[in-house]
């Protein structure tokens, strides 16, 4: 949010989806691995019902907002590349298709849309649909040939991880845009984060002066990189290495319980708060930003970001209060009835596509008929 609202403040503030997938990473393995441990399998019904509460809601009511905001507020000669966006976002494929853009001289600079946003979104997503699969194989070789299945994971996902990391490494060097959207230079960063999963099954107690350390040091390389990087046409290479190895020394150390420790910062309220938060601010922040200069007419100057950025919080607590945890909390009536939950989702979907397919439409007829207008 830094870098959207102010770049030069953190010129690299995109580095922050290079924490996001490593955290990604370890939260989704562990979570499957204590799935194949207490019940004996990974249930994927299970696994991408919960995944979809907990991700599609939220998501899609930005993606119809900012539908009928395009409509209303836009251009209509914005509409159909923004549109195509949009589309690309609510059937989570906007990653290539930026990746694809970028490599069409015409649209190479990538102008802006409100859900640019959704690419590092698309990335996850689709890891989320063959992570899962890696795991259950592994699983069932390792059955078959009578070994330990946490060795037959740890060689299964560091190929994965490895191949994916070297890829990216070639890649960057070569067609550095591509590189970054793709999801194949990225997996490596949520693998990293799943082998730690695996390799650190309990969490460490004790020596907390080592874990205090960890995690100072961890902050410092995300920190630091994030504030003075300023060429990404050398990103994601060898720099991404700064920021995940960060997120990994913090998570491995925790909380230690020292006075010198970055611990009590993460346990304020507020901190907390915003990590609650934080994926709804994700959502709704940039395009709140995007929006915003087509009511006023001007660029935001610093002293609306400012308010633009607390309008963005307050939207994403109500958001988090009355989109995330009614669809997500065992106390609401949607949590019983996955069918209408699927439905009503497939539902958003089904407009937000049918708005991105019929309003280019309309506007290009409107353009044509102008256009005859003009010369007749």
């Known amino acids: 949010m830094l870098h959207h609202g102010w770049p030069a403040v953190a010129p690299a503030g995109y580095m922050g989806v290079d924490v996001f997938f490593v955290v990604s990473g370890f939260l ?24 979809a509460r907990r991700i599609l809601p939220a998501a899609l009511i930005v993606l119809a907002v900012v539908s009928v905001l395009t409509i209303a507020l836009v251009p209509q ?4 590349s923004w549109f195509r966006e949009i589309v690309a976002s609510a059937l989570y494929y906007e990653n290539w298709q930026l990746a694809i853009d970028s490599q069409i001289p015409r649209r190479a600079d990538l102008e802006s849309t409100p ?28 059955g078959r040939r009578g070994v330990g299945s946490r060795r037959v994971l740890l060689l299964v996902l560091g190929a994965v991880t490895t191949a994916s990391f070297v890829h990216c490494i070639v890649l960057t060097a070569h067609e550095p845009a591509l590189a970054y959207f793709s999801t194949f230079t990225r997996t490596w960063e949520f693998g990293v984060g799943g082998l730690l999963a695996l390799l650190a099954a309990t969490p460490l107690r004790g020596r907390d002066g080592l874990r205090g350390a960890a995690s100072l040091v961890g902050l410092v390389l995300i920190v630091v990189p994030i504030v003075t990087f300023h060429s990404p046409d050398v990103f994601p290479g060898f720099v991404v290495l700064l920021p995940v190895v960060g997120t990994l020394a913090v998570i491995w150390a925790g909380m230690p319980v020292v006075a010198w420790s970055p611990a009590r910062l993460a346990a304020l309220p507020p901190v907390q708060w915003m ?21 006023t007419g001007v660029p935001s100057p610093p002293w609306l970001m400012v308010l633009l950025v607390a309008f963005s919080f307050l939207v994403a607590g109500l958001s988090k209060r009355y989109i995330e945890d009614p669809f997500r909390t065992p106390t609401h009536g949607l949590r019983a009835r996955p069918s209408v939950v699927l439905g009503a989702m497939a539902a958003v979907i089904a407009l937000v596509v049918g708005a991105g397919v019929v309003a280019p439409g309309v506007a290009a007829e409107r353009n044509i008929a102008c256009s005859r207008g003009d010369r007749d």
């Open 28 to 51: 989704i393995t562990g979570l499957l691995l204590r799935d194949a441990e207490t019940r004996g399998s990974i249930s994927l019904r299970t696994f991408y019902l919960r995944r």
């Open 275 to 295: 990590g609650d938060v934080s994926y709804s601010l994700y959502l709704w922040h940039w395009p709140i930003f995007m929006f915003v200069p087509y009511i």
């Open 77 to 80: 000669r914005e509409w159909r």
């Open 115 to 142: 859900v640019q946003h959704f690419w590092s979104l698309s990335v996850e997503e689709q890891f989320y649909l063959f992570w899962p699969l890696l795991l259950i194989v592994a699983i069932w070789f390792a």
